[in-house]
């Protein structure tokens, strides 16, 4: 069996509300969706593909290669039907393995029970087929077997990403209450934006929107900041493969967009912080850093560019009466210095989005983590709107 050359259903998943950017991202690289849910998309494809997906997808979080599907009532049933499958041919003897899973079965009251059957299922196989077996533990980084289990339908899965790739690798140092790389790229694959014109971070906090807004305007793609996926661990993975495609991906990058970007914030480690970040993404020269309050960032006028700002959303009673200022001053911020923009404030707390005294175009619905939040948008006209 050349694990390779298989073509099988790939499931990619997300972070809830972002599968119909995934569903673009998929199908700009040229493939089909066969199916969209909530959290991911579905296609048809070989291990190669994934490869693709694994290092271009900016959305995603996990790229999952399906092995086989059955019925399972009980953990028992895991174990029998696991155990027939090939493992010697899927794992390399001298690697390492780990097994996650989604569990939703009355039988069952800890996924850590059904992941132990799933591991004693891959080690009793190499020890009946070899006389030996690989080594196995919690840590994602070689071989990766992901278990979908509901009710009696189970799916075995690959786990090509192993690491989520919702962290695209460059952030090293994340500052205070960081959005996810992934939800950033999310946000900005939403956004009126032609990545030509000004784009304006004011709180940039770790400069994570202002870092995947250069990322996003000089093409460079995640698979540029990572050097282990599962994929990588896996029976006939030739180097070749990741080769071919880190040579696709580095021939798509824009040297000098020409594009600007400033990002600011009134807290001088924020911009340290910024800067080294976007340094580690080899985008820094492409972000201008000022160290300011808010409402003094430079807006560069006769542009029809982006404001975007990622306020802090008040998780205590005292916080929130303290942002309503803030938030006011945004609403103003925007009406008054930012005409001819496209206005974006992305929030979780809907009661201080009252606060900022403008009328949004749209409302698009986003979780950041377990907050339901929204990314509004204002079109802030530079003259006299027509009716």
Request: glycine share 6%; hydrophobic share 40%; charged share 25%.
């Amino acid at each position: 069996m050349n694990l390779f050359q298989l073509n099988s259903k790939i499931i990619i998943t997300c972070s809830n509300r972002l599968s119909a950017l995934l569903q673009k991202e998929t199908e700009a690289l040229g493939y089909q969706t066969i199916r969209v849910f909530k959290t991911g998309v579905e296609l048809n494809g070989t291990l190669q593909d994934c490869i693709r997906l694994n290092m271009h997808l900016r959305c995603a979080s996990q790229v999952l290669f399906s092995l086989h599907r059955f019925k399972a009532f009980n953990a028992d049933d895991i174990y029998r039907e696991l155990l027939k499958l090939e493992w010697e041919h899927i794992i390399p003897a001298d690697e390492y393995f780990s097994i996650s899973s989604n569990v939703s079965n009355e039988t069952i009251t800890n996924n850590l029970f059904a992941n132990v059957k799933v591991k004693d299922a891959i080690a009793d196989r190499f020890r009946s087929k070899t006389g030996s077996r690989p080594n196995s533990g919690p840590e994602l980084n070689g071989v990766v077997v992901h278990l979908y289990w509901k009710d009696t339908e189970a799916e075995l899965f690959l786990d090509t990403s192993g690491e989520t790739l919702s962290k695209h690798g460059y952030r090293k140092i994340p500052g205070k209450a960081p959005m996810l790389e992934s939800l950033a790229a999310a946000n900005l694959l939403a956004l009126q934006w032609d990545r030509k014109s000004p784009f304006i971070n004011p709180m940039c906090g770790s400069g994570t929107i202002a870092i995947e807004a250069a990322l996003l305007a000089s093409n460079r793609y995640p698979g540029l900041y990572r050097s282990n996926y599962s994929f990588m661990h896996l029976c006939g993975y030739e180097e070749i493969f990741h080769e071919n495609c880190l040579k696709e991906i580095e021939a798509k990058v824009i040297d000098d967009p020409g594009v600007l970007i400033i990002a600011s914030d009134i807290s001088e480690d924020a911009v340290n912080i910024s800067r080294i970040n976007a340094g580690i993404a080899g985008v820094e020269e492409m972000i201008r850093f000022e160290q300011c309050d808010f409402a003094a960032t430079e807006i560069p006028e006769g542009q029809n560019g982006v404001v975007f700002f990622n306020p802090e959303y008040g998780d205590r009673l005292g916080e929130e009466l303290a942002l309503q200022e803030t938030y006011a001053r945004m609403g103003d911020f925007l009406k008054q210095q930012c005409k001819g923009y496209w206005g974006y404030i992305f929030t979780g707390n809907l009661e201080l989005a009252k606060k900022i005294g403008l009328k949004p175009k749209r409302r698009i619905e986003f979780f950041n983590g377990k907050i339901d939040c929204r990314l509004l948008e204002y079109e802030l006209y530079a003259g006299t709107r027509k009716i």
